[in-house]
T-cell receptor
């Protein structure tokens, strides 16, 4: 079971803005650990989209932005484009006992 | 550039074992751990553990202890994952990935393992 909770799907028209939430807890996001985001197209490996809450790797368009507050984080896609249709996963680190230290979200399918 | 290239898809019978590889290039292999992540059909990503060949250390997720073994060959810049006593529920795509800090910055293309009688 995923430790981080995301909405199963979000949708928007081209040019619109969508927000994907990622809810964690006091042992992961709420403990101050950074949140990272990955984009996955069908049949492909995940690709790093955002790291340390809001840093875009080279080549990621600036219409993608990330933020974190308390035990939650969010990924915003502004100026939605057809090529943004994919599944997005958040990921963080968890210091809880007995669980895995690297935890992923449930995933959100973005439909344009 | 950093690249991780995994071995091809495998079909195995229940109870068998499988060993997949993750060949790396573009960086110093022994400076980073290689992590393994499982993705069951239609499911999210699940962390399995890591191996750092440079310091001869491995860590396994509690969910996978006993059924998986990570090894590595520094001379070949390659990490391996062996799954034993395969069950149908082990059918999934397995990814290797490099971690920088606390994020997975490079991923292999994935290896599909199908367990079927």
């Amino acid at each position: 079971q995923s430790v981080l909770t995301q909405p199963p799907s979000v949708s928007g028209a081209p040019g619109q803005r969508v927000t994907i939430s990622c809810a964690g807890s006091r042992s992961n996001i709420g403990a101050g650990y950074p949140v990272n985001w990955y984009q996955q197209f069908p049949g492909a490996a995940p690709k790093l989209l955002m790291f340390t809450n809001s840093i875009r790797p080279s080549g990621v368009p600036d219409r993608f932005s990330g933020s974190k507050s308390g035990a939650s984080a969010s990924l915003d896609i502004s100026g939605l484009q057809a090529e943004d249709e994919a599944v997005y996963y958040c990921q963080s680190y968890d210091s809880g006992l007995g669980g895995s230290p690297f935890v992923f979200g449930t995933g959100t399918k973005v439909t344009v | 550039q950093v690249q991780l290239v995994q071995s091809g898809a495998e079909v195995k019978k229940p109870g068998a074992s499988v060993k997949i590889s993750c060949e790396t290039s573009g960086y110093v292999f022994t400076d980073y751990a290689i992590h393994w992540v499982r993705q069951a059909p239609g499911q999210s990503l699940e962390w399995m553990g890591w191996i750092n060949v440079g310091i001869s250390k491995t860590e396994y997720s509690h969910n996978f202890q006993g059924g998986v073994t990570f090894t590595g060959d520094a001379s070949a810049n390659t990490a391996y994952m062996e799954l034993t006593s395969l069950r149908a529920e082990d059918s999934a795509i397995y990814y290797c990935a490099r971690v920088t800090g606390l994020h997975f910055d490079s991923w292999g293309q994935g290896t599909l393992i199908t367990v079927s009688s």
